[in-house]
């Protein structure tokens, strides 16, 4: 046999792999984001005086809980002691996750905590991506969701914001998309009435909007929705100062329209109430951007109960809605006697 043919073998001990250990919880991915919006001068408020204030200045914390289910947890904290919206430390607080079976994959979200109540279209919107400094006055004054300042007979109402605590569900098929929910019914960071007022609730509420191409600026987006409330012992008070505040079972129903199409905008809103007696607002704005993205020239006429009023404003965007800058003079006729004021404002809004 020649050494050609030997055959040699080699033995190769490979040793296995370790088994992996059990794969821990997913890490909770957490966003924190800010906002800060100051303003100088006045509102054509009875009593408000021209000043340099702190409106908003708010820390929000957005955390991925868990993926299956998508459960999310947020948290936003209103820590301007000078804001006329909300009482300080809470804005939103809430537990969020999606609704699937094998069926159906997706029957929408469930928000359990103090947040906006679905109701009106201009409320839902963050302060950033509003035509004026303020909201339209017929949802201000008529929504529900006031924050209450003050007890006993120096209780007011503040602007009306639409948070409340309680549970919302949220759902879209196709272009419509709903909303709907359970309340307390004494508004943001109100558990029950100082006594010996009765205790409001529960207030529930429902809005349905249609939705039509995407949100683009190049693009034609149009949104149209109804919304409804029902509460009991409800807190109302008059639209100009908050004050009279008085308890009465009331019905809501509102309307909205919003519509953008590269430099043109406009948006309407409609609030009716039935209560001890029945007030409705309507209010409709204009604007077209002088500089696409950049300068929005507006103009908005308003009808409530107190006063009807018009306000024309401009606004300066940068980096899309982180910076923004706002002017508005608006102009105020009293109902009853007729008494007419003026006042000039400007925001700057930084959201981080």
């Not at 029957?107 to 103090?114: D, E, S, V």
């Not at 529960?202 to 683009?216: H, N, S």
Request: neutral net charge; hydrophobic residues 45%; proline residues 8%.
């Amino acid at each position: 046999m020649s050494l050609a043919s030997l055959v040699f073998l080699q033995l190769v001990i490979v040793e296995p792999e370790a088994e992996p250990g059990p794969a821990g919880p997913p890490p909770i991915k957490l966003v924190v984001s800010a906002l800060v919006q100051v303003e100088a001068g006045a509102r054509p408020d009875p009593g408000d005086v021209p000043g340099f204030r702190l409106a908003r200045a708010r820390l929000s914390v957005d955390g991925k809980l868990e993926k299956t289910l998508a459960i999310e947890g947020f948290v936003e904290i209103e820590a301007s002691p000078t804001s006329r919206l909300l009482e300080p430390p809470l804005a939103d607080a809430w537990l969020g996750l999606d609704v699937a079976t094998r069926a159906l994959a997706d029957l929408g979200r469930l928000r359990l905590g103090q947040l906006k109540v679905p109701f009106g279209g201009e409320l839902a919107r963050p302060p950033p991506a509003l035509m004026f400094i303020d909201r339209a006055a017929p949802l201000l004054c008529l929504a529900p969701g006031r924050q209450q300042f003050g007890s006993g007979t120096s209780l007011t109402l503040g602007d009306s914001t639409g948070r409340d605590v309680g549970l919302r569900w949220d759902g879209a098929f196709g272009p419509l998309h709903l909303g709907a929910g359970v309340w307390n019914g004494e508004g943001p960071n109100r558990v029950r009435a100082p006594d010996p007022e009765p205790h409001a609730g529960p207030l529930v509420t429902a809005r349905a909007a249609l939705e039509l191409g995407p949100d683009l600026p190049a693009r034609a987006h149009l949104v149209a929705g109804a919304s409804f409330a029902r509460g009991d012992a409800a807190p109302l008070a008059a639209c100009a100062g908050g004050i009279g505040v008085r308890r009465a079972d009331a019905t809501w129903g509102a309307g909205d329209f919003y519509f953008r199409w590269k430099w043109v905008r406009a948006e309407a809103e409609y609030v009716y109430q039935n209560a001890d007696f029945d007030r409705w607002g309507l209010s409709g704005a204009a604007g077209f951007y002088a500089i696409p993205d950049f300068l929005l020239v507006a103009f908005r006429a308003e009808r409530v109960p107190d006063f009807w009023q018009w306000t024309a404003g401009l606004a300066l965007a940068y980096f899309g809605d982180r910076l923004r800058l706002q002017y508005g003079f608006t102009r105020r006729t009293h109902a009853g006697d007729g008494l007419t004021t003026s006042a000039h404002l400007i925001a700057f809004t930084l959201a981080l």
